[in-house]
Protein backbone atom coordinates (compact mmCIF):
# COMPACT_ATOMS: atom_id res chain seq x y z
CA UNK A 1 0.00 0.00 0.00
CA UNK A 2 1.12 3.37 -0.71
CA UNK A 3 2.29 6.09 1.89
CA UNK A 4 -0.24 8.51 0.57
CA UNK A 5 -3.30 5.95 0.99
CA UNK A 6 -1.99 5.10 4.06
CA UNK A 7 -1.77 8.20 5.30
CA UNK A 8 -5.83 9.21 3.82
CA UNK A 9 -6.64 5.84 6.11
CA UNK A 10 -5.04 7.24 9.02
CA UNK A 11 -6.41 10.59 8.88
CA UNK A 12 -10.11 9.04 8.37
CA UNK A 13 -9.63 6.51 11.84
CA UNK A 14 -8.31 9.25 13.71
CA UNK A 15 -11.60 11.73 13.07
CA UNK A 16 -13.32 8.27 13.67
CA UNK A 17 -12.42 7.28 16.55
CA UNK A 18 -12.66 10.99 18.60
CA UNK A 19 -16.19 10.27 17.45
CA UNK A 20 -16.36 6.96 18.94
CA UNK A 21 -14.62 8.45 21.85
CA UNK A 22 -16.86 11.30 21.93
CA UNK A 23 -20.04 9.12 21.87
CA UNK A 24 -18.21 6.23 23.82
CA UNK A 25 -17.93 8.36 27.37
CA UNK A 26 -21.83 9.01 27.03
CA UNK A 27 -22.32 5.69 27.33
CA UNK A 28 -20.35 4.81 29.96
CA UNK A 29 -21.30 8.28 32.19
CA UNK A 30 -24.49 6.99 31.24
CA UNK A 31 -24.83 3.55 31.98
CA UNK A 32 -21.96 3.37 34.80
CA UNK A 33 -22.50 6.76 36.78
CA UNK A 34 -25.08 4.77 39.37
CA UNK A 35 -22.47 2.36 39.99
CA UNK A 36 -19.63 3.98 40.03
CA UNK A 37 -21.25 6.65 42.74
CA UNK A 38 -21.57 3.14 45.20
CA UNK A 39 -18.02 1.35 43.88
CA UNK A 40 -14.91 2.20 42.63
CA UNK A 41 -14.82 2.57 39.07
CA UNK A 42 -11.23 2.88 36.89
CA UNK A 43 -10.92 7.00 35.37
CA UNK A 44 -12.23 7.20 32.26
CA UNK A 45 -9.80 8.61 29.56
CA UNK A 46 -9.66 12.09 28.97
CA UNK A 47 -9.44 13.66 25.04
CA UNK A 48 -5.97 14.31 25.66
CA UNK A 49 -4.76 11.07 27.08
CA UNK A 50 -6.85 9.26 24.25
CA UNK A 51 -5.68 11.02 21.39
CA UNK A 52 -1.71 10.95 22.69
CA UNK A 53 -2.35 6.84 23.04
CA UNK A 54 -3.98 6.98 19.05
CA UNK A 55 -1.39 8.97 18.04
CA UNK A 56 1.42 6.49 19.49
CA UNK A 57 -0.48 3.59 18.37
CA UNK A 58 -0.30 5.15 14.47
CA UNK A 59 3.12 6.05 14.57
CA UNK A 60 3.87 2.33 15.45
CA UNK A 61 1.62 1.27 12.78
CA UNK A 62 3.99 3.19 10.04
CA UNK A 63 7.09 2.32 11.80
CA UNK A 64 5.95 -1.45 11.24
CA UNK A 65 4.49 -0.81 7.65
CA UNK A 66 7.54 1.65 6.45
CA UNK A 67 10.29 -1.19 7.57
CA UNK A 68 8.23 -3.84 5.31
CA UNK A 69 8.19 -1.25 2.47
CA UNK A 70 11.68 -0.43 2.77
CA UNK A 71 12.19 -4.63 2.92
CA UNK A 72 10.34 -4.74 0.03
CA UNK A 73 11.74 -2.12 -2.12
CA UNK A 74 15.23 -3.58 -1.19
CA UNK A 75 14.41 -6.79 -3.05
CA UNK A 76 12.89 -5.05 -5.82
CA UNK A 77 15.98 -3.28 -6.38
CA UNK A 78 18.09 -6.16 -5.96
CA UNK A 79 16.07 -8.21 -8.42
CA UNK A 80 16.37 -5.25 -11.02
CA UNK A 81 19.92 -5.05 -10.69
CA UNK A 82 20.03 -8.93 -11.33
CA UNK A 83 17.85 -8.98 -14.03
CA UNK A 84 19.79 -6.28 -15.61
CA UNK A 85 22.72 -8.42 -15.44
CA UNK A 86 21.05 -11.19 -17.10
CA UNK A 87 19.67 -9.20 -19.70
CA UNK A 88 23.01 -8.10 -20.64
CA UNK A 89 24.54 -11.46 -21.02
CA UNK A 90 21.72 -12.67 -22.60
CA UNK A 91 22.44 -11.66 -26.47
CA UNK A 92 26.22 -13.27 -25.38
CA UNK A 93 24.66 -16.70 -24.71
CA UNK A 94 21.88 -16.41 -27.38
CA UNK A 95 23.55 -14.90 -30.12
CA UNK A 96 27.50 -14.94 -29.13
CA UNK A 97 27.60 -18.01 -27.81
CA UNK A 98 25.77 -19.84 -30.37
CA UNK A 99 27.15 -18.76 -33.24
CA UNK A 100 30.86 -19.33 -32.31
CA UNK A 101 29.73 -22.59 -31.45
CA UNK A 102 28.10 -23.19 -34.99
CA UNK A 103 30.52 -20.98 -36.74
CA UNK A 104 33.46 -21.63 -34.91
CA UNK A 105 35.99 -20.77 -37.77
CA UNK A 106 34.26 -17.93 -39.29
CA UNK A 107 33.11 -15.91 -36.29
CA UNK A 108 35.81 -13.21 -35.45
CA UNK A 109 38.08 -13.68 -32.93
CA UNK A 110 38.60 -11.80 -29.99
CA UNK A 111 42.16 -10.35 -28.81
CA UNK A 112 43.30 -13.35 -26.47
CA UNK A 113 42.12 -16.05 -29.38
CA UNK A 114 43.97 -14.07 -32.07
CA UNK A 115 47.05 -14.76 -30.71
CA UNK A 116 46.58 -18.37 -30.46
CA UNK A 117 48.52 -20.53 -33.06
CA UNK A 118 48.51 -23.99 -34.08
CA UNK A 119 51.12 -25.93 -32.86
CA UNK A 120 50.48 -29.55 -33.08
CA UNK A 121 46.76 -30.85 -33.81
CA UNK A 122 43.64 -29.44 -34.74
CA UNK A 123 42.03 -30.44 -31.65
CA UNK A 124 44.06 -28.89 -29.36
CA UNK A 125 43.93 -25.67 -31.68
CA UNK A 126 40.00 -25.60 -31.52
CA UNK A 127 40.31 -26.06 -27.78
CA UNK A 128 42.37 -23.29 -26.71
CA UNK A 129 40.59 -21.17 -29.43
CA UNK A 130 37.81 -22.27 -27.60
CA UNK A 131 39.38 -21.22 -24.17
CA UNK A 132 40.70 -18.29 -25.58
CA UNK A 133 37.31 -17.00 -26.66
CA UNK A 134 35.83 -17.54 -22.77
CA UNK A 135 38.78 -15.46 -21.92
CA UNK A 136 37.59 -12.80 -24.46
CA UNK A 137 34.54 -12.60 -23.65
CA UNK A 138 34.26 -13.22 -19.48
CA UNK A 139 30.57 -15.06 -20.54
CA UNK A 140 31.52 -18.54 -18.56
CA UNK A 141 32.44 -16.49 -15.49
CA UNK A 142 29.63 -13.71 -15.44
CA UNK A 143 27.52 -16.59 -15.27
CA UNK A 144 29.34 -18.00 -12.82
CA UNK A 145 29.49 -15.23 -10.41
CA UNK A 146 26.12 -14.22 -11.02
CA UNK A 147 25.03 -18.38 -10.12
CA UNK A 148 27.19 -17.86 -6.99
CA UNK A 149 25.74 -14.00 -6.16
CA UNK A 150 22.07 -15.67 -6.69
CA UNK A 151 23.26 -18.78 -4.38
CA UNK A 152 24.35 -16.49 -1.59
CA UNK A 153 22.14 -13.48 -1.50
CA UNK A 154 18.17 -14.24 -1.40
CA UNK A 155 17.06 -11.14 -0.68
CA UNK A 156 15.26 -10.54 -4.43
CA UNK A 157 12.00 -10.66 -5.79
CA UNK A 158 10.80 -13.97 -7.60
CA UNK A 159 13.81 -15.51 -5.86
CA UNK A 160 12.91 -19.20 -7.18
CA UNK A 161 12.76 -17.64 -11.20
CA UNK A 162 16.05 -15.97 -11.11
CA UNK A 163 16.99 -19.55 -9.66
CA UNK A 164 15.39 -21.35 -12.91
CA UNK A 165 16.70 -19.02 -15.01
CA UNK A 166 20.30 -19.05 -13.97
CA UNK A 167 20.13 -22.64 -13.86
CA UNK A 168 19.84 -22.87 -17.29
CA UNK A 169 21.82 -20.62 -18.43
CA UNK A 170 24.84 -22.04 -16.39
CA UNK A 171 23.83 -25.24 -17.59
CA UNK A 172 24.01 -24.63 -21.26
CA UNK A 173 27.22 -22.94 -21.47
CA UNK A 174 28.90 -25.36 -18.78
CA UNK A 175 27.17 -28.34 -20.51
CA UNK A 176 28.61 -27.12 -23.91
CA UNK A 177 32.10 -26.13 -22.27
CA UNK A 178 32.13 -29.64 -21.00
CA UNK A 179 31.82 -31.30 -24.10
CA UNK A 180 34.30 -29.23 -25.94
CA UNK A 181 37.12 -29.87 -23.53
CA UNK A 182 36.19 -33.73 -23.86
CA UNK A 183 36.87 -33.56 -27.47
CA UNK A 184 38.67 -36.12 -28.98
CA UNK A 185 40.88 -36.03 -31.98
CA UNK A 186 39.22 -37.35 -35.02
CA UNK A 187 40.86 -39.77 -37.46
CA UNK A 188 42.12 -37.24 -40.24
CA UNK A 189 42.10 -34.26 -37.56
CA UNK A 190 40.23 -31.97 -40.08
CA UNK A 191 39.14 -28.42 -39.72
CA UNK A 192 35.51 -30.02 -41.21
CA UNK A 193 35.41 -33.26 -38.16
CA UNK A 194 35.49 -30.09 -35.54
CA UNK A 195 32.96 -28.20 -37.34
CA UNK A 196 30.77 -30.62 -37.30
CA UNK A 197 31.64 -31.93 -33.81
CA UNK A 198 31.05 -28.21 -32.46
CA UNK A 199 27.71 -27.44 -33.97
CA UNK A 200 26.68 -30.76 -32.76
CA UNK A 201 27.29 -29.81 -29.16
CA UNK A 202 25.34 -26.67 -30.04
CA UNK A 203 22.16 -28.79 -30.84
CA UNK A 204 22.59 -31.32 -28.44
CA UNK A 205 22.42 -28.37 -25.59
CA UNK A 206 20.48 -25.66 -27.21
CA UNK A 207 17.38 -27.15 -25.06
CA UNK A 208 18.44 -25.28 -21.94
CA UNK A 209 19.53 -22.13 -24.30
CA UNK A 210 15.75 -21.81 -25.56
CA UNK A 211 14.50 -22.75 -22.03
CA UNK A 212 16.91 -19.93 -20.47
CA UNK A 213 16.10 -17.21 -23.25
CA UNK A 214 11.72 -18.42 -22.27
CA UNK A 215 11.84 -17.88 -18.30
CA UNK A 216 14.27 -14.53 -18.75
CA UNK A 217 11.39 -13.11 -20.99
CA UNK A 218 8.77 -14.56 -18.39
CA UNK A 219 10.68 -12.92 -15.89
CA UNK A 220 11.25 -9.71 -17.44
CA UNK A 221 7.54 -9.00 -17.83
CA UNK A 222 7.03 -10.24 -13.80
CA UNK A 223 9.55 -7.42 -12.52
CA UNK A 224 7.90 -4.72 -15.60
CA UNK A 225 4.63 -4.90 -13.33
CA UNK A 226 5.79 -4.58 -9.79
CA UNK A 227 5.44 -0.78 -9.25
CA UNK A 228 8.82 0.03 -7.33
Not at 17 to 34: F, M, N, P, R, T
Not at 101 to 116: A, D, P, Q
Not at 136 to 152: A, G, H, M, P, V
Not at 183 to 195: A, F, G, K, R, S
Request: charged share 25%; proline share 0%; aromatic share 12%.
Amino acid sequence: MKTKTKGILAAIGFICSIGAYYYLSLAIEWIWSDICAKHYCMKTLSLAEFLSIEAAAIGVYFVVTSLDDWKHQDKYNNAKNRIAILNQLQPMITIGFGMKLCNFYTVRKGEIENKVTKIDTERNYVVECFNAYLQDTQIFKQIQDLDRENYYVKNCLYQEDFDVVIKHAHKFISNCCNAIHALDITENDLTQDYYHYLNRVYINNRAEEHIFKTKLADLNKKLNKVIS
